[in-house]
């Protein structure tokens, strides 16, 4: 998974340098096979080809579900959304929707 442009906010890379205009690497992911990403307004969610979801962003309003309104700057498996066969992920500007493969929300 490969990312580029602003980097304030949703720190998709380990290195914290804002504005990189050359793909980069997201080391964290480097051993997931990523088969869907989506952005919200300062946080972003990676899924996986095991339907694990992974996370990264401001969280300031606990758009990432980790049960704290912490930034968390490296993208990090979303413990509380495993076993639920994630399949598709909406993230807007302070929320984040997940769907799993039952239909459930």
Do not use: C, W
Request: charged share 20%; aromatic share 8%; hydrophobic share 30%.
């Amino acid at each position: 998974t490969y990312t580029a442009g602003s980097n304030n906010d949703t720190l998709f890379r380990d290195k914290a340098s804002s504005n990189m205009s050359n793909f980069s690497l997201v080391e964290a992911l480097a051993d997931q096979k990523i088969i869907f990403s989506t952005s919200g307004h300062s946080h972003t969610f990676f899924l996986n080809i095991h339907n694990e979801v992974y996370g990264s962003g401001n969280n300031k309003h606990g758009e990432l579900g980790t049960g704290d309104k912490q930034r968390h700057p490296v993208p990090m498996l979303i413990k509380n959304l495993s076993n639920k066969h994630i399949v598709t992920i909406s993230a807007s500007k302070e929320f984040s929707l997940f769907v799993s493969r039952e239909g459930k929300v």
